[in-house]
């Protein structure tokens, strides 16, 4: 029979073997093995406690990746992993005494790549003018710090990147992922216009998805340009229409007429580049016309257009004068004067005709005849005399204060009717001038006068071949005939023939030589009777004037009439 205690010592024994064993064994105290990278050097040393030192590794299960060791000494893993990998790897550890541990690690290779964002450009450019501002893109990897290399590829070298080398930085695996700023820029000016595709490359040797590629697309606009470079000529009275081209820049196009003017009854439509209308001016205008890109690019160009003066009437420019022609000319119209207007082809050549008695309207002068009509404003002008190069007219009831447009229509009221230019002249309530028996070169021109006294007309014997003339003496009654006293008291209609007196409202003051005549000495300041747009001027002549060819002068107003000239003897 077994001793009672044997047992209990034996267990004890065993016990206290299986104690020492362990207290003999190492640890491996490496709580996870690092992810390497592809490509780049890797060293990561397990380790390990208790036992007995010195210590030997060695893989008891799994496979390192190719390119990676295992030091049996130092438990170091070194190298350079060529490819991914993904996989438990089981280690042992022995100490001097032969005891062992062994622990089993997740091992993973990752691939690292390179990223880009955005992965395209666009740019649009002109050539000849400054660049288009530079565009950047992110340059970034998910771990680790990789070296690369970018280069730019596009035809006539149009296409530059910044930096060319360079690291990525490393991920700290922050909220950010850090990365590498880009620059892209591109010149037009080495690109033929048109639409260029080049390609930033972005390469690295320790990358698995490398190179990588960042798209770069350049539209490259011509410069722009006014592509006409004359226009053609037009005339007068007829249709014109020239369409202005431009290329290059960014359509659509803004036209403008920065220099010069066009023709009286042309346009430049500013969307369409059109030059168009009916010319009423001949002539040649000098013009700088401006075109306006999409972008706000402009070209300009300095083109003449030249208008032939055609068959249609044209009015000379200042050519609206007052009917007296005396000099300087009276530049201003008023109501009820009668105007002379000059100028080419109103009527055709050879023609020349008056308003007589059948041509009256209702007892009023015509406001057409031999197809001619005037309109001053908005209002159509009573006629006295057509013909090619002058018309005389009553200046219908236009308001004071402003100016009038004058337009002259041939064939007027007919489907082929044809308009002149306009003139634009200045109202005023009057415009007096006086008219007379002829006009001298130095301006001394004689009034037509008549002496009440004597019948006579007055002025130096034989100033006109077959007509008695004698000159006005101190104290006789004179009428002096004039036109543009403006409106009177009662008032008249534009060729209506006065069949009364009346009086201008506007008051007449003259003055013979140096003298002034009193109010009972100007008798009377009104219309003519039955001329429509004559006026006349009664007056009592001063018994004082001396001899000689004296000095007229009335004013009717703030209006001054030219000076006219009375023959006076005792």
């Not at 065993?14 to 992810?35: D, L, M, N, R």
């Not at 380790?47 to 893989?59: H, K």
Request: charged content about 10%; some cysteine; proline content about 8%.
């Amino acid at each position: 029979m077994p001793h009672p205690h044997r047992k209990t010592v034996l267990g004890a024994v065993f016990f206290a073997v299986v104690e020492i064993a362990h207290a003999q064994s190492p640890v491996i105290t490496t709580a996870e093995i690092p992810i390497a990278t592809a490509t780049l050097p890797y060293s990561y040393t397990l380790t390990a406690s208790g036992g007995v030192a010195p210590y030997t590794w060695r893989l008891d299960a799994g496979v390192l990746p190719a390119a990676l060791s295992l030091n049996p000494q130092t438990g170091a893993i070194t190298g350079v992993a060529a490819a991914g990998f993904n996989g438990n790897l089981t280690f042992r550890v022995t100490g001097a005494n032969t005891f062992f541990a062994t622990k089993t690690f997740l091992f993973i290779v990752r691939i690292e790549t390179l990223n880009v964002t955005p992965d395209s450009l666009s740019f649009d450019g002109q050539i000849g003018l400054p660049a288009p501002p530079a565009q950047t893109f992110e340059l970034f990897t998910l771990a680790v710090s990789v070296p690369f290399t970018a280069a730019a590829i596009s035809v006539g070298g149009w296409l530059t990147v910044t930096p060319t080398q360079g690291f990525t930085p490393a991920n700290p695996f922050t909220s950010r992922i850090p990365a590498v700023t880009m620059t892209v820029s591109v010149n037009p000016a080495a690109a033929s216009p048109g639409t260029h595709s080049g390609t930033i490359v972005i390469s690295s040797p320790n990358a698995g998805n490398s190179p990588r590629m960042v798209q770069v697309t350049l539209g490259a606009r011509a410069p722009l340009r006014i592509g006409s470079s004359s226009l053609p000529a037009g005339i007068a009275g007829n249709a014109y229409r020239f369409v202005l081209a431009a290329s290059g820049g960014s359509p659509p196009y803004t036209w403008l007429l920065r220099s010069g003017s066009l023709q009286e009854g042309l346009t430049l439509n500013s969307s369409s580049g059109v030059i168009g209308g009916t010319p009423l001016r001949w002539g040649s205008s000098v013009l700088t016309i401006q075109v306006t890109d999409n972008v706000q690019t402009t070209a300009a160009a300095t083109l003449t257009l030249t208008v032939a003066a055609g068959t249609g009437p044209q009015i000379n420019t200042g050519g609206v004068v007052g009917g007296g022609l005396g000099s300087p000319g009276v530049r201003l119209i008023s109501p009820n004067a009668i105007v002379s207007i000059f100028g080419e082809n109103f009527a055709a050549p050879g023609v020349e005709r008056a308003a007589g008695a059948p041509d009256l309207v209702n007892g009023r002068l015509p406001v057409r005849l031999a197809g001619i009509c005037v309109q001053v404003g908005s209002q159509p002008a009573s006629l006295f005399f057509v013909s090619a190069g002058q018309l005389n007219v009553q200046v219908p009831a236009v308001a004071a204060g402003g100016t009038a447009p004058v337009q002259v229509t041939r064939d007027c009221g007919a489907l082929n009717e044809v308009r002149s230019n306009t003139e634009m002249v200045a109202v005023r309530a009057a415009s007096p001038e006086f008219f007379y028996f002829v006009r001298n070169p130095d301006g001394r021109n004689p009034i037509v006068a008549v002496n009440v006294t004597t019948g006579l007309l007055v002025g130096a014997p034989g100033l006109i071949a077959g007509a008695t003339f004698a000159r006005a003496r101190p104290s006789d009654v004179v009428t002096l005939y004039a036109t543009g006293f403006g409106v009177t008291e009662p008032a008249f209609a534009a060729g209506e023939l006065p069949d009364r007196a009346g009086a201008a409202i506007e008051r007449a003051r003259v003055t013979i030589g140096n003298q002034e005549l009193s109010e009972r000495e100007v008798l009377y300041a009104g219309v003519a009777p039955l001329l429509a747009g004559v006026y006349q001027l009664n007056l009592q002549l001063p018994a004082s004037l001396p001899d000689g060819d004296l000095p007229v002068v009335v004013r009717l107003g703030a209006f001054v009439a030219p000076t006219g000239y009375l023959a006076v003897s005792r």
